[in-house]
């Protein structure tokens, strides 16, 4: 964070607001490369351009989260969500709706730009981060790599050999991917909950796995040991953590602004891309203020254009600028082959001498393994339920191998996109979900519970993503490196390249896939 807090000082960050007309566009303002968002595959765009000595400017439409807000903290906890929580809405929206059928969950705020956004569509939501560092601010840290072999199934035309020697590991340590110790693991109470559902998996003859991560475990222990201020062990996740985890704002962005080429552009959103008559790029954002209005209208201009927003903001860009004649020989494919990695939250009730313990560290850090089960390929995550109170919760984020896709398509009234994707898709990923715990609970004498998702005795969670994959596909609407078909120098580089389901958390994908992309760059396209 230092590395930003400096950057800001320098006037690297622009985050100042002045009086203008939305309908005045003022003068473009040029780079000779220009990154539209912040999160994993912009910020790997980001840092490998200022290294190659580009000019390069990162737009990016959440704020930067280096100021501390009355209570001292940048970040607010799960318990006591405020208005740094979510993205212009009065209403906080977890993803858990009810506890014992209350409504004691989401909290009433005032709107603001906070940090994260739920994104609504006619049967899926999707949870997105807003910020500098964009989801690795409100992510769980589970810094997964996937099978080989899944890879390779999902990416065919992609060398999975180079990927595994070389741009999965040099992802890994930019991002300062550790694991936790497991002698302490064993020991922490911190811990209970995800011992608990190991000895459940166990017994149904399911083996687990523990996963790395981008917090810092060495302040973890000493958060347990009283000897750090707790972050993880503070009810702070999905809201963001204030201490512990490598975020990328600490990784690849600062890094990138240490090169003293990146500026960092925030509360600005592009929403129209075009091409000039010389094969520049021109791009219209709209800066906003902390009410949400815009307050002014801008023009950039770029030789090189990568898009880094976001499975929804990449695909959103550029099924936008095809229908709308501003890009009009993008590839029919581009919208198409969107996934929700096959996401299904539930959770199960445990016995009473079974207790999961009421102090709960938010980082999870291990799975129950059933991918190699051709039958019913399911990765599920042992998630956190940090109430302070014991409430015998077994709580999960299943990743199935759901094969149903869906597209985005431009809508003319509002300017914006629909997402086609239907509950009767979702219900791919809950039948997959049921078959393994209907199998867990019969071993271990347990049942769903009923409570946590709203009225109605909802079981599992499948009308909300944290994982949106697709719409721009790799070697489909793009070539197999992220350039985009029809047009030159322009990249995608984010989760919009992934085809809808990857087995395991995608932010390790999503940065080696852009490592990859960058490498191949910088040597083919761009100017000595």
């Avoid at 000039?276 to 709209?286: E, I, K, P, Q, R």
């Avoid at 898709?425 to 979900?433: F, R, T």
């Avoid at 715990?437 to 009923?450: M, P, Q």
Wanted: with cysteine; net charge neutral; proline share 4%.
């Amino acid at each position: 964070m230092a590395a930003l807090q400096t950057a800001a000082t320098l006037g690297f960050t622009r985050v100042g607001l002045q009086s203008a007309h939305a309908d005045e566009p003022a003068a473009v303002e040029s780079a000779p490369a220009i990154v539209v968002g912040s999160g994993y595959g912009a910020a790997v765009a980001a840092l490998r351009l200022g290294q190659a000595g580009i000019r390069t400017l990162v737009i990016e439409m959440g704020r930067l989260w280096n100021t501390a807000g009355t209570d001292g903290k940048v970040f607010c906890n799960t318990a006591s969500p405020d208005s740094r929580s979510m993205w212009f809405k009065t209403r906080t929206e977890a993803p858990l709706a009810t506890f014992l059928w209350l409504d004691v969950v989401n909290k009433d705020i005032s709107r603001y730009p906070g940090v994260l956004d739920r994104v609504h569509f006619a049967d899926m939501s999707v949870f997105v981060g807003r910020g500098v560092g964009g989801g690795s601010l409100v992510n769980g840290s589970m810094a997964v790599t996937p099978l080989p072999s899944y890879f390779a199934e999902q990416f065919p035309t992609v060398d999975a050999s180079e990927m595994y020697a070389t741009y999965f590991p040099r992802a890994r340590a930019m991002l300062g991917v550790n694991t936790v110790d497991p002698a302490w693991f064993e020991s922490t109470e911190w811990y209970r909950f995800t011992r608990v559902s190991r000895k459940h998996a166990a017994n149904t003859g399911l083996k687990t796995t523990f996963v790395p991560s981008v917090y810092d475990f060495g302040y973890m222990q000493r958060e347990a040991a009283g000897t750090a201020t707790r972050s993880a062990l503070g009810q702070e996740v999905i809201y963001g953590n204030n201490y512990g985890k490598k975020s990328l704002d600490k990784t690849y962005l600062a890094a990138a602004l240490g090169t003293g080429n990146v500026t960092i552009h925030t509360m600005e959103k592009v929403r129209a891309i075009s091409r000039a008559s010389d094969g520049s790029y021109v791009l219209t954002a709209d800066r906003i203020d902390d009410s949400g209005t815009v307050v002014e209208t801008k023009q950039y201009g770029c030789t090189y254009l990568f898009l880094g927003g976001g499975s929804l903001g990449t695909s959103e860009l550029l099924v936008r600028a095809r229908d709308t004649g501003t890009l009009p020989a993008l590839d029919a494919s581009v919208g198409a082959g969107w996934g929700t990695n096959g996401n299904v939250m539930l959770g199960r009730a445990n016995h009473l001498w079974d207790t999961v313990g009421a102090n709960q560290s938010t980082m999870p850090v291990m799975g129950i393994d059933d991918w190699a089960n051709t039958a019913n390929p399911v990765f599920a995550e042992i998630a956190p339920l940090p109430t302070g109170l014991e409430h015998w919760v077994s709580l999960y984020l299943a990743i199935t191998k759901n094969p149903q896709r869906a597209a985005f398509t431009y809508d003319s009234a509002s300017g914006g996109v629909n997402l086609g994707w239907s509950a009767a898709q979702s219900a791919v990923s809950v039948a997959m979900a049921k078959n393994l715990f209907d199998r867990i609970n019969a071993a271990n004498s347990t049942i769903y519970r009923y409570d946590l998702f709203g009225t109605g005795n909802k079981i599992f969670a499948d009308d909300f993503t944290y994982h949106p994959l697709g719409g721009c596909v790799l070697g489909k609407a793009t070539d197999d490196y992220g350039r985009v078909k029809g047009y030159s120098k322009l990249y995608v580089t984010d989760g919009a390249l992934v085809p809808g389901n990857i087995g395991v958390n995608p932010f390790v994908t999503i940065t080696a896939l852009a490592e990859r992309t960058m490498a191949r760059v910088l040597v083919e396209d761009t100017a000595p």
